[in-house]
C-alpha cells in the first residue's frame, strides 16, 4: 500500500496550492535505485533559466535534452529565488531544472549542449553539481566571475586554496 505525504507549496502568484505526492519520495526508498543508471553511474545537472528567457524556456530545455537522448529518470523542475549575495550565487529569479543523468560516452557533450542553451538563455549551472562544464562554458554563464577572482586574487595570492573543480574550471594549478 503506498501512503500518500501532503506538501504544500505557493506559485509565484500566491495561490495556495497542496500536492499529494507517495511518500517517502526519494531514491532510497526504490530497492538498488542506483542500478537504474547502468554500470558508470549517473551525475547530477542543475541550472537556472532566468525569467527573462520566457515561460518557455523549460521547455526548449527539456526539448533539447530528449532530441540529445538525454532524458531523465528524475527531473524537478521548480521556481527559483533570489540572487544571493555570494559572487558566485546560484540562484536567480527564473526556473530551476536538475536532472539525473546517466554516465555515457556522449554525456560530456550532452552537458555542453545543456550548457549553450542555458548560456543562450542568460542562465547558469549550480556548482555542487558539476563535473563536465568546460572553463569557457561557466566564464560565460558567470558575469561576476571578474570581481570574485579579484577578491579570491587579493586573499590567496598564492593560489593555495584549490580543488578539483577550481583546476578545471578556472586553470589553477593542480
Not at 532566468?50 to 526539448?63: K, V
Not at 562544464?133 to 560565460?140: D, N, Y
Not at 586554496?161 to 594549478?173: E, I, K, T, Y
Request: hydrophobic share 40%.
Amino acid at each position: 500500500m503506498i501512503e500518500w505525504e501532503p506538501i504544500e507549496t505557493a506559485p509565484r502568484d500566491g495561490t495556495p496550492l497542496l500536492l499529494w505526492l507517495p511518500a517517502p519520495l526519494s531514491k532510497p526508498a526504490i530497492g538498488h535505485w542506483n542500478r537504474l543508471y547502468g554500470p558508470r553511474g549517473f551525475i547530477q545537472y542543475q541550472c537556472v533559466l532566468p525569467e527573462s528567457a520566457g515561460r518557455d524556456a523549460a521547455r526548449r530545455f527539456l526539448d533539447l535534452l530528449t532530441r540529445r537522448g538525454g532524458a531523465s529518470m528524475l527531473c524537478v523542475i521548480k521556481d527559483c529565488g533570489e540572487q544571493g549575495l555570494g559572487l558566485l550565487s546560484f540562484p536567480m529569479p527564473g526556473i530551476s531544472i536538475a536532472l539525473d543523468i546517466p554516465i555515457r560516452d556522449d554525456t560530456p557533450a550532452l552537458v555542453d549542449r545543456l550548457n549553450e542553451l542555458v548560456i543562450a538563455e542568460g542562465g547558469r549551472v549550480y556548482l555542487a553539481k558539476d563535473q563536465f562544464t568546460r572553463p569557457e562554458h561557466f566564464q560565460a554563464m558567470e558575469p561576476r566571475l571578474a570581481e570574485w577572482t579579484e577578491i579570491r586574487r587579493r586573499w590567496d595570492p598564492q593560489g593555495r586554496l584549490r580543488s578539483a573543480q577550481s583546476v578545471r574550471l578556472l586553470g589553477d594549478r593542480p
